[in-house]
Nanobody, 122 residues
Framework: QLQLVESGGGLVQPGGSLSLSCAVSGFSLDYYAIGWFRQAPGKEREGVSCISRSGGSTHFADSVKGRFTISRDNAKNTVYLQMNSLKPEDTAVYYC???????????????WGQGTQVTVSS
């Protein structure tokens, strides 16, 4: 059974950085595109970024372009979301999810992790 586990969340000051990890188990990461989503209290879930199976294609929400990067290490079955220049509006629970394709807008991600909290506050 495919399982995804996020880690790396926490409290950071505005302008700071965090690196989130999504560890995949049960199946090889080679078979999946991975997406990162976030949901803030009282708001709808937002697709943040995705990376294709090969890593050759990525997409980012306009709200994070230029600040976030995504990468994957298939040998370690792990995908990373590097978040720089964080803003209070980036505060949310961040989820990773596995799906067949990385396209914009993000869709068809069927397997989800439990999420990790990111709080940006002074």
């Amino acid at each position: 059974q495919l399982q995804l586990v996020e880690s790396g969340g926490g409290l950071v000051q505005p302008g700071g950085s965090l690196s989130l990890s999504c560890a995949v188990s049960g199946f090889s990461l080679d078979y999946y595109a991975i997406g990162w989503f976030r949901q803030a209290p009282g708001k709808e879930r937002e697709g943040v970024s995705c990376i294709s199976r090969s890593g050759g294609s990525t997409h980012f929400a306009d709200s994070v372009k230029g600040r976030f990067t995504i990468s994957r290490d298939n040998a370690k079955n792990t995908v990373y979301l590097q978040m720089n220049s964080l803003k209070p509006e980036d505060t949310a629970v961040y989820y990773c999810a596995a799906g067949p394709l990385c396209v914009s807008p993000l869709r068809d991600f069927a397997s989800w992790g439990q999420g990790t909290q990111v709080t940006v506050s002074s």
